[in-house]
């Protein structure tokens, strides 16, 4: 079992509609939990990041951290088709001298126009 | 832009070769992260240096190895390469402490035939 779990998609919505994307994630160690877009063959953009349970808002985007049920969330309003991209759910591991990111499988987004 | 600048933005080289790929952090980070992004395994974690020391290590094989400069900029050196060694290559980069958020750069596309 992977350490996180999110659905590959893809998701396909016309435009204008509200997105949800979804992580489960089984280790209760992690802190810090992120969301990163990425384009085809470009590199992860870091959209947002959390590290307490509820939620945070940054304009079209709401991430939401639920650490009693191992389960985070990114939600966007009036989604665009440059919005098109895949999403990367991540979570920060601390190792003994340092620390990492575990990554989702991420989700695959269309918006059509 | 995120403000890490990794070279050469492709590579192709054959089975049993080394190549070396280059990474600049971000100005003021320490850190520098490397991630493997390949089709069927996602994007997997390698190494982290700060500082110009070794500081985590993940599932990285004995043919890969990194080392951190004085001037804080990293090099991956990959030998003996594989057919299953061609993928994405992310370099990231972080400040020491605080939230510590990993910012990545636009990667290598490493293609070995």
């Known amino acids: 079992q992977k350490e996180v779990e999110q659905d590959p998609g893809p998701l396909s919505v016309p435009e204008g509609a509200i997105v949800s994307l979804n992580c489960t994630y089984s280790n209760s160690a992690f802190q810090y939990f992120m969301w990163y877009r990425q384009y085809s063959r470009k590199g992860p953009e870091l959209l947002m990041y959390?590290?307490?349970?509820g939620n945070k808002e940054d304009g079209r985007f709401t991430a939401q951290v639920d650490k009693s049920s191992k389960y985070i969330s990114l939600f966007i309003r009036d989604s665009q088709p440059s919005d098109s991209a895949t999403y990367l759910c991540?979570?920060?591991?601390?190792?003994?001298?340092?620390?990492?990111?575990?990554f989702g499988a991420g989700t695959i987004l269309r918006v059509k126009s | 832009d995120s403000g890490v600048t990794q070279t050469p933005k492709h590579l192709i080289t054959a089975t049993g070769q080394r190549v070396t790929l280059r990474c600049s952090p971000r100005?003021?980070?320490?850190?520098v992260y490397w991630y493997q992004q390949s089709l069927d395994q996602g994007l997997q974690f390698l190494i982290q240096y700060y500082n110009g020391e070794e500081r985590a290590k993940g599932n990285i094989l004995e043919r890969f190895s990194a080392q951190q400069f004085p001037d804080l900029h990293s090099e991956l050196n990959l030998s003996s390469l594989e057919l299953g060694d061609s993928a994405l290559y992310f370099c990231?980069?972080?400040?020491?402490?605080?939230?510590?958020?990993?910012?990545f750069g636009a990667g290598t596309r490493l293609s070995v035939l």
């Open positions: 991540a979570m920060r591991d601390y190792m003994e001298y340092g620390n990492k990111l575990v």
């Open positions: 959390t590290y307490s349970s």
């Open positions: 990231a980069s972080s400040v020491a402490g605080g939230e510590n958020i990993q910012y």
């Open positions: 100005s003021g980070d320490l850190s």
